[in-house]
């Protein structure tokens, strides 16, 4: 959230299954803060009006997250109103699966150590999942989404676009990406847009020519070989699946990302196979025998 000349916008909030903390970006010199459950609400000079419209903000932003945790706990199984289409109120029935480590029991695989935090982040998947057009599939890395590859037709291109996301992720945290020589002019905006467009290779000509305007010294780009050995530093990662993982291809591309921990909800014709991939590269795999297809 920033809060900064006169205006509040809302930025980031997180949903983090293990405690309801929030990312809080700052504008200008901050002179006030409120501090509350892991959240902050901070106020620029001379905005006594901002940080009462802040510190409300805070509050509905707490309530929503009481009402979400309370609706993911919901087993009352209570029909719900969905949405109104050219006259017709559509319905379904909720989700009332609860969501807790009872879920993360059958673990399939020979590995079967699963850290706390790779537990957790099996949770923040199944939630993200939840909550995502299908079909989809969610990376996650030390309690956050790095990865969300969502409303596709095939499963591996699911993981192709997660784990795609998830390599622009840490590549980001590369060395020469944080010593980047920009304009001093150029804005926080074109600067993320420009670092996107450093770690790509199918800029058009003109797009080229622009991205070049915003250094005042142009970056040479990573090589194949560059990128591959910083790839090879993201470990730990896991991936969840909003339906069964029906070929291997999934778990190959996966493990390029640093994918460790799979859960998914299993049953699919090539399980032997799924779980044979799992093996060769030393993963761990939990099948839940809950789908969450979103429509």
Same mark, same amino acid.
């Given at each position: 959230?920033?809060? +900064?000349? $006169?205006?509040?916008? #809302?930025?980031?909030?997180?949903? =983090? *299954? &293990?405690?309801? !903390?929030?990312?809080? /970006? ?122 969300? +590859?969502? $409303?596709?037709?095939? #499963?591996?291109?699911?993981?192709? =676009? *997660? &784990?795609?996301? !998830?390599?622009?992720? /840490? ?125």
């Amino acid at each position: 959230m920033v809060l +900064g000349d $006169g205006h509040v916008r #809302r930025m980031a909030i997180p949903l =983090l *299954a &293990a405690s309801m !903390a929030s990312v809080v /970006y700052v504008a200008g010199p901050v002179v006030a803060s409120v501090w509350a459950n892991d959240s902050a609400v901070a106020a620029s000079p001379d905005s006594k009006e901002d940080l009462s419209i802040a510190i409300e903000h805070q509050k509905r932003r707490e309530q929503f997250q009481q009402q979400l945790l309370k609706t993911e706990t919901d087993t009352s199984g209570k029909v719900r109103p969905d949405l109104w289409r050219k006259g017709v109120e559509h319905q379904k029935q909720m989700k009332v699966a609860p969501y807790s480590y009872d879920l993360l029991d059958n673990v399939v695989t020979r590995r079967r150590d699963i850290p706390d935090t790779a537990s957790r982040d099996m949770l923040l998947a199944l939630i993200t999942l939840k909550y995502t057009q299908s079909n989809s599939v969610c990376l996650v890395a030390d309690g956050q989404v790095i990865g969300n +590859g969502a $409303g596709q037709q095939s #499963r591996i291109h699911c993981t192709r =676009l *997660a &784990a795609a996301k !998830a390599d622009t992720w /840490y590549l980001r945290q590369h060395p020469l990406v944080l010593g980047m020589a920009f304009r001093q002019d150029l804005d926080r905006v074109d600067r993320d847009n420009a670092v996107d467009q450093f770690l790509r290779d199918d800029l058009t000509p003109a797009e080229e020519a622009l991205w070049r305007q915003g250094f005042v010294d142009v970056p040479l780009r990573l090589t194949a070989e560059e990128n591959r050995d910083w790839l090879d530093g993201l470990k730990g990662v896991t991936l969840g699946s909003d339906a069964y993982i029906p070929f291997r291809d999934n778990v190959d591309r996966a493990h390029a990302s640093g994918v460790e921990f799979i859960v998914q909800p299993g049953g699919a014709m090539r399980s032997a196979d799924i779980i044979a991939a799992c093996d060769e590269y030393g993963m761990a795999m939990v099948c839940t025998g809950l789908r969450l297809f979103h429509h």
